[in-house]
């Protein structure tokens, strides 16, 4: 057995790995609530929630709510000079020593008037050392367990603050001073729940903006577009709408793979660009959306234009070429891409003029053998004009003209075959 699998350096690195996963885990204080919103704990002291508190650092912190006396039961005692003390410790400097005073409020007096003060004042500190995760719980903990508490708007900016900082990429620090790994997945979890926190709040549509832009850089664009297509279907009127339009646009845009591939999220894009200048004729980012919106359509056109080249050079099918160039047109007017499809017009054009005097020469030729009693090699030149395929028009009449040439020849081949039959009888005699 290798010794050195035992050796001091090995057995604390381990340790160190085990300490830093439980870290990581988020442990919601008694009664749930976290960053997975769990609901309050049966019994939770909603009451307190509506309970101002002031500080000075003459009387400490008083309750600030007209009509409401000091409590002066044992718990209610103990928890304010738990509160005192954290919070001198904090005016002088010393967070850790406030942080552990605060959450002693919290764990041993959950149910005074002091509890969620305490829980609000801990979260920020936490938050303050880039304690993410833990910071997010106590904020989710007292949105979960003082619904109605004054600090709700502030709580879920601050939420939505740490899920933006981890999104972009800040590291969070365990213990408060040791920096973690990137966590861009926890990010987007977190900001999901500020969004179910507060979903009728300016917040929200922003908190889905923010994810979206997220999965684009973790280069996952279809989640993107979910969150994008969410904004824009359930925030429609809100400031960040014109930002999520123009967002998905590029989403899509990114998903083009050139004009040789499938064009389904190049419509896409073009779409949403479209889209955006007629809700926003007036906004800031028209410029970029014109652009956007023509390059997307250039694409479109320059597949139209490869498809009627396609058809043009290798199936022979000029009716099929003449309709995907008008199309490549009517996609992009004006653009290059519709000046070489009227280029291919005036080619195809030509080729059906050159085709149609072939065609019609065959003919002419047909006429004059049928016209002489030749039908059979009218039929030849009849059939040989059919094939040029100068025109529907052109073609017909070549076709009309072989039946004509058949119908003609029916009588003279039964003719020949009874004659040929009766020479082989009286040859068998």
Same mark, same amino acid.
């Given at each position: 057995m290798n010794r050195r699998l035992f050796s001091p350096f090995a057995i604390s690195l381990a340790l160190l790995i085990s300490a830093l996963a439980l870290h990581a885990q988020p442990r919601p204080f008694p009664g749930g609530g976290g960053p997975g919103g769990?609901?309050?704990?049966?019994? #939770?002291?909603?009451?307190?929630? /509506?309970? #101002?508190?002031?500080? &000075?650092?003459?009387?400490?912190?008083?309750?600030?709510? *007209?009509?409401?006396? =000091? *409590?002066?039961?044992?718990?209610?005692? &103990?928890?304010?000079?738990?509160?005192?003390?954290?919070?001198? @410790?904090?005016?002088?400097?010393? +967070? /850790?020593?406030?942080?552990?005073?605060?959450?002693? !409020?919290?764990?041993?007096? *959950?149910?005074?008037?002091?509890?969620?003060?305490?829980?609000?004042?801990?979260? @920020?500190?936490?938050?303050?050392?880039?304690?993410?995760?833990? %910071?997010? /719980?106590?904020?989710?903990?007292?949105?979960?367990?003082?619904?109605?508490?004054?600090?709700?708007?502030?709580?879920?900016?601050?939420?939505? &603050?740490i899920a933006s900082d981890l999104i972009a990429g800040k590291r969070p620090l365990y213990w408060g001073w040791l920096p973690g790994f990137k966590a861009r997945d926890e990010g987007i979890r977190l900001m999901a729940t500020v969004i179910r926190n507060a979903p009728y709040s300016d917040i929200a549509p922003q908190a889905l903006l923010t994810i979206a832009r997220g999965r684009q850089q973790q280069r996952e664009p279809d989640e993107a577009i979910d969150a994008l297509d969410h904004l824009i279907n359930t925030y429609a009127d809100s400031k960040q709408a014109p930002d999520a339009y123009l967002d998905i646009a590029k989403a899509y845009a990114g998903l083009v793979q050139g004009p040789a591939y499938d064009q389904a999220a190049t419509r896409q894009s073009a779409n949403y660009y479209e889209d955006y200048l007629i809700l926003f004729p007036n906004g800031a980012q028209v410029a970029g959306a014109e652009k956007g919106r023509d390059e997307m359509k250039a694409v479109l056109a320059q597949n139209k234009l490869n498809a009627g080249d396609f058809?043009?050079?290798?199936?022979?099918?000029?009716? =099929?070429?003449?309709?995907?160039?008008?199309?490549?047109?009517? /996609?992009?007017?004006?653009?290059?891409? =519709?000046?070489?499809?009227?280029?291919?017009?005036?080619?195809?054009?030509?080729?059906? +003029?050159?085709? @149609?005097?072939?065609?019609?020469?065959?003919?002419?030729?047909?006429?004059?053998?049928?016209?002489?009693?030749?039908?059979?090699?009218?039929?030849?030149?009849?059939?040989?004009?059919?094939?040029?395929?100068?025109?529907?028009?052109?073609?017909?009449?070549?076709?009309?003209?072989?039946?004509? $040439?058949?119908? $003609?020849? %029916? *009588? !003279?081949?039964t003719a020949a075959a009874r004659q040929a039959a009766a020479g082989g009888g009286v040859s068998a005699e």
């Open positions: 769990h609901g309050p704990r049966p019994g #939770a002291p909603h009451h307190a929630a /509506t309970i #101002a508190l002031d500080w &000075a650092a003459e009387t400490g912190w008083v309750i600030a709510t *007209p009509g409401v006396p =000091a *409590p002066a039961d044992e718990a209610s005692v &103990a928890a304010l000079a738990l509160m005192n003390d954290a919070r001198a @410790r904090e005016e002088k400097g010393d +967070r /850790t020593g406030a942080l552990t005073r605060y959450e002693k !409020v919290v764990k041993r007096h *959950p149910n005074t008037l002091y509890a969620s003060e305490a829980l609000y004042r801990a979260a @920020r500190l936490r938050q303050e050392r880039r304690q993410y995760t833990k %910071a997010f /719980t106590h904020y989710n903990d007292l949105l979960q367990r003082y619904p109605g508490n004054p600090h709700f708007d502030d709580l879920v900016r601050q939420q939505y &603050a058809y043009y050079h290798k199936r022979d099918n000029l009716r =099929a070429a003449r309709v995907l160039y008008n199309e490549a047109i009517t /996609t992009f007017p004006k653009s290059s891409v =519709a000046e070489t499809a009227r280029a291919r017009l005036e080619l195809v054009a030509e080729t059906e +003029r050159q085709r @149609r005097v072939r065609s019609e020469n065959r003919i002419a030729i047909g006429d004059y053998y049928y016209n002489r009693g030749m039908p059979g090699a009218a039929l030849i030149f009849y059939n040989e004009a059919a094939a040029i395929k100068p025109d529907n028009e052109t073609v017909g009449k070549a076709r009309e003209r072989a039946a004509r $040439a058949r119908k $003609a020849l %029916a *009588p !003279v081949t």
